[in-house]
């Protein structure tokens, strides 16, 4: 399957450019550096998100046919093993890509165990030397719009992201915000519960009260605390931020935002990504 979407944007570039908007490709792969359990793991992954070296290939390919910057939104990675994290450095060598982490980026074993902060720093050095950017909060101007990435991977914002998308506000550039997973709003929910027949949004920022009938890993999961709330609210309603781009729900999807609008890229081994052609 090949899904191309185009989304045009008019922000007042210093000139016209393009990114290439692509997301959980989900690398699967391991060798003799991994153990028994990860060379296990790899193949089961394989038959859930098939190739995703082909996908990625053909995302380079159609980037570079069409003069975009590669954008990564996270869950490049399946799961942390010695040969996954080669290829995202290959990757990342051989082309100019802009990145914000999934938590995939930080699976020591696909859904093994509780993920926090703690479980997500065994592996984060390891994982952020494959990459040129910091994956967990980044900036990056081209042509006059601010780029900015950050990492919201567990359903959380802390504190010092905020403070850093503060300060890339006051440089008085318009913001196009690049995250792992969707920002939730009312409308997006509801389609999600009621035209999807999903029980799980998997939101950022999704008030308590409309997840009382998750259940309690998820509840506990993506209920916002309190600087994820704050966080979400100045996105919310922050002007400078133009639109927003995420993946994590494995389909395509427009919805508003707040005055703009979000977008969602899907992937998942596929052949998906989003041309954003901005002038």
């Given at each position: 399957m090949e899904d191309l979407r185009i989304t045009k944007l008019s922000l007042g570039a210093e000139k016209p450019f393009r990114l290439l908007h692509i997301s959980d490709t989900h690398l699967c792969l391991a060798d003799e550096r991994d153990n028994e359990r990860k060379n296990k793991l790899a193949e089961a992954r394989k038959n859930v998100f098939g190739d995703g070296e082909d996908a990625l290939a053909w995302s380079i390919e159609k980037a570079k046919e069409l003069d975009a910057l590669l954008v990564h939104t996270g869950d490049l990675l399946d799961f942390v093993s010695a040969a996954n994290i080669d290829a995202a450095k290959k990757f990342t060598d051989e082309n100019d890509c802009f990145f914000a982490?999934?938590?995939?980026?930080?699976?020591?074993?696909?859904?093994?165990?509780?993920?926090?902060?703690?479980?997500?720093?065994?592996?984060?050095?390891?994982?952020?030397?494959?990459?040129?950017?910091?994956?967990?909060?980044?900036?990056?101007?081209?042509?006059?719009?601010?780029?900015?990435?950050?990492?919201?991977?567990?359903?959380?914002?802390?504190?010092?992201?905020?403070?850093?998308?503060?300060?890339?506000?006051?440089?008085?550039?318009?913001?196009?915000?690049?995250?792992?997973?969707?920002?939730?709003?009312?409308?997006?929910?509801?389609?999600?519960?009621?035209?999807?027949?999903?029980?799980?949004?998997?939101?950022?920022?999704?008030?308590?009260?409309?997840?009382?009938?998750?259940?309690?890993?998820?509840?506990?999961?993506?209920?916002?605390?309190?600087?994820t709330a704050e966080a979400a609210d100045y996105i919310a309603n922050e002007p400078m931020i133009r639109a927003i781009f995420a993946g994590h729900l494995h389909f395509s999807h427009e919805t508003p935002y707040f005055g703009r609008m979000q977008y969602v890229t899907g992937g998942a081994g596929d052949r998906v990504a989003r041309l954003i052609e901005i002038d």
């Open positions: 982490a999934g938590n995939h980026e930080f699976s020591q074993y696909v859904g093994e165990a509780w993920e926090d902060k703690a479980y997500r720093d065994q592996s984060l050095d390891r994982v952020q030397a494959a990459f040129k950017n910091d994956i967990r909060f980044c900036s990056r101007v081209e042509n006059g719009i601010n780029l900015v990435a950050i990492d919201n991977s567990y359903y959380r914002f802390e504190q010092e992201q905020l403070d850093a998308l503060k300060a890339e506000v006051k440089r008085g550039l318009p913001i196009l915000l690049f995250m792992h997973n969707p920002m939730h709003t009312d409308e997006f929910y509801n389609y999600r519960r009621k035209v999807q027949g999903v029980q799980i949004a998997y939101f950022a920022g999704t008030p308590a009260e409309m997840m009382s009938d998750y259940d309690d890993h998820r509840f506990r999961q993506q209920c916002p605390d309190e600087i």
